[in-house]
């Protein structure tokens, strides 16, 4: 029987957007182990932020998409890989570009920056393979800074408020290559933001969840494999999850029947 993988983003998704409570999904989650299947985070926060979560749910030696895509690890491997980082702050170092990353930031920076308490601040530094940062300069200064960083392989891509640079890796990148090690395996892929996007259109069935902060992601194209839910967070979490369980039932079924 084919393995069941179920890829997830987090804020706004699998998590609620104001409270980041997630025990609408629970029921759900369990019915996913049930059926022998494995849970992945995926998000754009630090593995160090993750970890919480995935200790909660569980997750035991899962691996988790981290910081938007840039690496997949192991809850053992958290700050013990920190090459890609310290590559792209040398870079930097050598810039003297108007950009102002997380590792030129305090804590208390990060902090009033971006809303999160103390402790979630300090976690959200814990960077292995990305910077997220203020741009201060001019368009100008923009674009011979993008050049500068694409001399190097570094790209950077823009996510509200903050500019990321990491080596290029995306979450769907990750998860093909979680694909490859589960060869044979039925994936699904839940996310809500232009971020999740190729994610879920590289996965066997997609999941769009409703996202009431911004515009609705565009068509896919094949959009017949895609599910749009009614409702947002983990309650439309729940709803989609249990229905493409019962679906996958049913080709199990139709499976165990035929062969």
Known sequence: MRRLLVFSDLDGSLLDHDSYDYTPALPAIAEIYARGGILVLASSKTAAEMLPLHHDLGLGDTPMIVENGAACVSPEGIGSKTADYRAIRQVLSTLNAPFRGFGDMSVAEVSAQTGLSHLQAERAKARQFSEPGLWQGDAHQHAAFLAALARHGINASRGGRFLTLSFGATKADQM??????????????????????????????????????????PPFQHEHRILRTEHSGPDGWYAAVMQLLSDWDQEQKGTATHG
């Open 176 to 217: 093909m290559k979680l694909r490859q090690r589960y060869r044979g395996c039925f994936t699904i892929a839940i996310g809500d933001a232009p971020n999740d996007f190729d994610m879920i259109a590289a996965a066997d069935r997609g999941v769009v969840i409703r996202n009431p902060h911004s515009p609705d992601l």
